[in-house]
């Protein structure tokens, strides 16, 4: 889903975000905050943007190891969906976008653990809680 609404201004959008890549050094790109809200912008309108369930808003402070190729920029991105449900683990997903034809590529994505399963740690919780322990 496009949450960014204003349809006239999709062009402007995948042209401004080419034109602030055209601007940085191949590389490692270590300041990712503009860069984050120009692709957020025009992510719908890549191809291939919604594989693995990707919207452009997901982008926001979640963008890890970022690089620049030209025309491929790449990175990944930990989509915590299952940590909410209680899993102990997340999806790390790499993407290649290649700006010249506008397609977004899903590559191989990573389960890491993140630490305890919620579920155990509100069970240790409750029993410390029913020793009189808390």
């Given at each position: ?56 808003n997901k982008l926001f402070g979640r963008m890890e190891s970022v690089e620049w190729w030209p025309p491929l920029l790449t990175l990944k991105i930990e989509r915590h969906g299952g ?52």
């Amino acid at each position: 889903m496009n949450h960014f609404e204003n349809d006239a201004k999709k062009p402007e959008a995948i042209a401004a975000f080419s034109d602030y890549l055209d601007g940085l050094a191949p590389g490692q790109v270590r300041d990712t905050g503009r860069l984050e809200t120009l692709l957020a912008l025009c992510w719908e309108d890549l191809t291939g943007s919604s594989d693995g369930g990707m919207e452009g808003n997901k982008l926001f402070g979640r963008m890890e190891s970022v690089e620049w190729w030209p025309p491929l920029l790449t990175l990944k991105i930990e989509r915590h969906g299952g940590v909410f449900l209680g899993s102990s683990r997340t999806e790390l997903q790499h993407w290649a976008i290649d700006i010249s034809k506008k397609i977004a590529s899903l590559g191989v994505a990573a389960i890491v653990n993140t630490g305890p399963r919620n579920s155990d740690w509100m069970w240790r919780l409750s029993r410390t809680m029913s020793q009189g322990r808390f």
